[in-house]
Nanobody
């Protein structure tokens, strides 16, 4: 089970950090990811990593602004979001699949999902 938190209403240029806490052990080669879904749009990939380290991927639109990380001791995945823009407004979801895949961006590749946390960026 995944529990996401940390969303809120911020102004453009502000920062937020999202958290996703998992219950149970996470395998080192599991893939953990963040997706987002804007109103009326499909769920899109944002960032992913392997739980044991070694692989990190981002969608181009967030490179240099967002950082995905994890704290193994706390079983928690993070998404640090800096210099937020109105177009970042969306519900953000964390997700997990048991094994890393090169096909890491489709939502259909992930088995487990958090409930979503809303990020609203005003201009």
């Amino acid at each position: 089970q995944l529990q996401a938190s940390g969303g809120g209403l911020v102004q453009a240029g502000d920062s937020l950090r999202l958290s996703c806490t998992a219950s149970g052990r996470i395998a080192s080669n599991a893939a953990m990811a963040w997706f987002r879904q804007a109103p009326g749009k499909e769920r899109d990939f944002v960032a992913a990593l392997t739980w044991g380290g070694g692989r990190i991927r981002y969608v181009d639109s967030v490179k240099g602004r967002f950082t995905i990380s994890r704290d193994s001791a706390k079983n928690t995945l993070y998404l640090q979001m800096n210099n937020l823009k109105p177009e970042d407004t969306a519900v953000y979801f964390c997700a997990m699949r048991p094994l890393w895949t090169t096909n890491y961006y489709p939502p259909s590749e992930y088995n487990y999902w958090g409930q979503g946390t809303l990020v609203t960026v005003s201009s």
